[in-house]
């Protein structure tokens, strides 16, 4: 089955530097690659998402890349607010499959 | 409109008990997912519903889990008897259609098995 590998488990950053989460993933077959964030306490909302059709995607200060070939996919977040602060995760799945495999977190702290 | 929705939002049982947990997904969302956390790894795959169906129950543990949805709308998770090991933060997702779409979690349920 699908295997998806995140690093780094922690990472803090100061407020305003930017911050990379890279995932890899093992089944060539997945072809949709959505971030999700969680807030302490709070449910895991989507913050972006990429198919495999593409390399890259980008909202506001959030960016996402995807390469394919390599099979890993990673999150860019510039300009890190104290917001920010939270766990990110990965995760991959096959697009008629349904069910998504996740990576183990990041905890990302943002230091004001 | 209403987000995924989770009862209770914490449980707390002793080994050998029995702890039934619900989610009512969004309206007119036919797929629905039950995934598990445990001590801080990852959000693990347990099933999938597609309306009342399973579509795929690879992830689940044993057989002291069992999960239902009837009539296709909320669905319950059954732990009988629970393990020191099954505790965790239980999530459900849902979404309108199967595969390349947005899944959308509901808060959890933290089930604490002493």
Known sequence: ?112 | EAGVTQFPSHSVIEKGQTVTLRCDPISGHDNLYWYRRVMGKEIKFLLHFVKESKQDESGMPNNRFLAERTGGTYSTLKVQPAELEDSGVYFCASSRRQGLDEQFFGPGTRLTVL
């Open chain 1, 1 to 112: 089955g699908e295997n998806v590998e995140q690093h780094p488990s922690t990472l803090s950053v100061q407020e305003g530097d930017s911050a990379v989460i890279k995932c890899t993933y093992s089944d060539s077959a997945s072809n949709y690659f959505p971030w999700y964030k969680q807030e302490l306490g709070k449910r895991p909302q989507l913050i972006i998402d990429i198919r495999s059709n593409v390399g890259e995607k980008k909202d506001q200060r959030i960016a996402v890349t995807l390469n394919k070939t390599a099979k890993h996919f990673s999150l860019h977040i510039t300009e890190t607010q104290p917001e920010d602060s939270a766990v990110y995760f990965c995760a991959a799945s096959i697009g008629n499959a349904g069910k998504s495999t996740f990576g183990d977190g990041t905890t990302l702290t943002v230091k004001p």
